[in-house]
């Protein structure tokens, strides 16, 4: 049992804000075994018990990718930003060590700006290139089609492991499309499923609540651990 079946075993069953269980994971070969204490995250107070995306939230929450707002929110109907994507995607990736350079790679991120280690680290891995104007625009918000390339480039190696006759398609995902790529992997892979009416919707910005189901889907595609 890794770490993570731990996590989402324990938030799973945990019943307030301040349990706290103490975990032995089990010696495999010759490994010692590990004891922890596992601490249940905060919940929101714009979260209710029960929603469509509660378990996702509470998931990314456990894992110390998202702490919400100082309000004690989340915002789940809020597009989210693209700094706050960079900050998800660096503790997604388990925050490596990294060391952001001293100068900006973008004109409109200052070294001083909230997330500048977590936007310069996701620059410096090719996941993100900016603007063509030099910038990254780090208050505007993420689209789906976009959201689907930084999960892409993520992942080391994208694959779907379904045939094509099995896989999901998206009737406003053409084939000449930008992303046509990164967004048929999403639902090969059913980390999106897309609209009810069988669309994607590519150009609409990412809630934040969506975001949370996105990344924790995202966990189990082939390729997300080798990102630990």
């Known amino acids: 049992m890794s770490l993570s079946d731990l996590v989402d075993q324990w938030y799973g069953a945990a019943t307030s804000s301040t349990s706290s269980v103490s975990v032995i994971a089990p010696p495999e070969g010759t490994t010692p075994g590990i004891n922890f204490t596992l601490v249940q995250a905060p919940s929101f107070s714009d979260v209710p018990a029960v929603s469509q995306f509660t378990e996702d939230i509470t998931w990314l929450a456990a894992r110390g990718v998202t702490d919400g707002y100082p309000d004690g929110t989340f915002r789940p109907l809020e597009p989210i930003h693209r700094d706050a994507m960079a900050a998800f995607l660096y503790r997604a990736a388990g925050m490596p060590e990294f060391t952001p350079p001293a100068k900006s790679p973008f004109l409109d991120v200052s070294s001083t700006a909230a997330f500048y280690k977590e936007i310069t680290w996701l620059s410096s891995t090719g996941i ?3 603007y063509g104007d030099g ?8 689209n ?5 390339a930084f999960l892409y480039r ?4 994208p694959y779907c492991q379904r045939s094509p006759s099995e896989s999901r ?7 000449n499309a930008q992303f046509h790529d990164e967004i048929a992997w999403m639902a090969c892979n059913e980390i999106s499923t ?3 009416d069988g669309t994607y919707k590519p150009d609409e910005p990412v809630h934040r609540d969506a975001m949370a189901a996105f990344l924790k889907r ?5 390729g997300y651990e080798t990102l630990k």
């Open 154 to 157: 993520m992942t080391k190696t």
């Open 135 to 142: 910038t990254f625009r780090p208050l505007g918000s993420v």
């Open 218 to 222: 995202w966990s189990h595609t082939p």
């Open 169 to 175: 398609t998206f009737t406003d995902n053409p084939a």
């Open 144 to 148: 789906r089609d976009a959201m689907a």
């Open 128 to 130: 993100t290139t900016g």
């Open 194 to 196: 897309g609209w009810p």
